[in-house]
């Protein structure tokens, strides 16, 4: 594991501590409010495309929203249990440190700086959508 002081280690599992706490909520608040809402009963009850599409979308949009903030649960999770088994902050490219100050600010990093630019360089392309 990368050399943090006790006191490091304590902010760094408070901050991911904390933001696990804070997707949870934010996942809570989106279900209950997906549920208050309902659009595809609204767009039904209207013979209208438009109304349809826009309720779709938002559907969507909520399904999609929820989505990405569990997966970042799921890094969070990862990063803990990284924490735990005294693997946390050691780059999984070239096995160096990742570095404090990146970790505070990005505390599910999987890579230094230097391999992250290298990843996000050779990878850039794969996320895009194309038409």
């Known amino acids: 594991m990368a050399q ?3 006191e490091q280690l304590a ?3 408070e901050v991911l501590q904390q933001r ?5 909520e934010e ?5 209950e409010s997906s549920g208050d809402q309902h659009y595809a009963d609204l767009a039904g009850s209207v013979a209208d495309p438009g109304d349809a599409s826009v309720a779709d979308m938002l559907v969507d949009v909520g399904a999609n929203l929820v989505d990405r903030q569990v997966n970042e649960m799921r890094e969070v ?3 803990l249990k990284r924490l735990a088994d005294l693997d946390y902050g050691d780059c999984i490219d070239c096995g ?3 570095g404090f100050d990146r970790l505070m600010v990005y ?5 230094c700086v230097r391999c992250q630019e290298v990843h996000e360089k050779t990878y850039m ?3 895009k959508p194309t038409l």
Not at 20 to 24: I, M, N, V
Not at 27 to 31: A, F, M, T
Not at 107 to 111: C, F, G
């Open 4 to 6: 943090f002081t006790e």
């Open 77 to 79: 999770e990862a990063a």
């Open 96 to 98: 160096g440190e990742i």
């Open 20 to 24: 696990y706490l804070q997707l949870r």
């Open 125 to 127: 392309h794969e996320n």
């Open 11 to 13: 902010q760094l599992k």
């Open 107 to 111: 505390p599910t990093a999987q890579r």
């Open 27 to 31: 996942v809570r608040d989106e279900l």
